[in-house]
């Protein structure tokens, strides 16, 4: 769809939806006078895909992209960005991150420092796989923070470390 033809779509479908009428209105192709086609998530989806010619900002020069690590792009315009809907995570690579999880059953939050790509961390009160809405580099050349040191990784709910077999820290950075 053209941005005009989903700006008359909207239109008229919340005008239809403020004043019902029987009666085909003059000048109002009949598709915008039953129901709407599509959801109201599916035209976000769709308003949120437009591709109208904006200038690409440049982030800070020390900013890097939380999705490749590298310097010169936001996260939004990374090269290495997935399509929608690929992947289990919003980071794709092979080093382990700094996640942020929220359990859609209890809403209980938590973060981790041993997020992987695709990999989930179980919740500790419903046992159920989540995986991480957000990820991010570790701030830590070693990958460690004073919080982390003192935190005791709970191996039983990673899926990474059991996976591996053995505790995920011990993974060399990029395997």
């Known amino acids: 769809y053209q941005p005009g033809q989903l700006l008359n779509w909207v239109y008229f479908t919340l005008a239809e939806q403020a004043y019902p009428s029987t009666v085909e209105q003059p000048g109002v192709p009949s598709v915008y006078g039953g129901p709407p086609a599509y959801s109201c998530n599916d ?4 308003l ?3 591709s109208l010619d904006q200038k690409i900002k440049r982030p ?5 992209c939380h999705l490749c690590f590298r310097k010169g792009h936001y996260i939004k315009d990374c090269p290495q960005a997935r399509p929608k809907g690929e992947g289990l995570t919003p980071y794709q690579g092979k080093k382990r991150c700094f996640g942020e999880y929220k359990c859609p059953k209890c809403k209980r939050k938590w973060m981790s420092s041993n997020s992987w790509a695709n990999m989930s961390q179980e919740c500790i009160k419903c046992h159920i796989k ?3 809405h957000k990820q991010r580099p570790l701030e830590k050349p070693d990958g460690l923070d004073v919080s982390d040191q003192s935190k005791e990784h709970p191996q039983h709910l990673c899926e990474k470390c059991k996976s ?3 505790y995920c820290r011990r993974v060399v950075q990029g395997q």
């Open 43 to 46: 035209l976000v989806d769709q």
């Open 48 to 50: 949120a895909d437009l």
């Open 60 to 64: 800070p020069p020390n900013y890097l």
């Open 164 to 166: 591996l077999g053995y």
């Open 130 to 132: 989540v995986y991480p």
